[in-house]
């Protein structure tokens, strides 16, 4: 069993950074992939950025390829997700997700968070 805390939300300009934070508890934690999605309201869950246990591979959306960059720390059961130059269609609720196995762009995952509040204003 592995919980999920997300932390960082918050409410910024367009253009600002910000940085979101999943703290993991739970055992092996570093035996996991795991992944940032997004739903902004009236919309669909949608997958954000994975990384997989070793850190070594990541994957992004198309939406955030080269402004957001996902990130984990083992040793602290930590995932982290750099947000550079946010726009306002970036405003959603992010979830962080773990699953065995390899980092997939579904919503293929065994837990999740609760969320964080990502507000932009333009």
């Known amino acids: 069993q592995v919980q999920l805390v997300e932390s960082g939300g918050g409410s910024v300009q367009a253009g600002d950074s910000l940085r979101l934070s999943c703290a993991a508890s739970?055992?092996?934690?570093?035996?996991?992939?795991m992944a940032w999605f997004r739903q902004a309201p009236g919309k669909e869950r949608e997958f954000v950025a994975a990384?997989?246990?070793?850190?070594?591979?990541?994957d992004y959306s198309d939406s955030v390829q080269g402004r957001f960059l996902i990130s984990r720390d083992n040793a602290e059961n930590t995932v982290h997700l750099q947000m550079f130059g946010l726009k306002p269609e970036d405003a959603a609720v992010y979830y962080c997700?773990?699953?065995?196995?390899?980092?997939?762009?579904?919503?293929?995952?065994?837990?999740w968070g609760q969320g964080t509040q990502v507000s932009v204003s333009s």
């Open positions: 997700a773990a699953r065995r196995g390899i980092p997939t762009t579904s919503n293929d995952y065994t837990y």
């Open positions: 990384i997989s246990w070793s850190g070594m591979n990541t």
């Open positions: 739970g055992r092996a934690f570093s035996s996991y992939a």
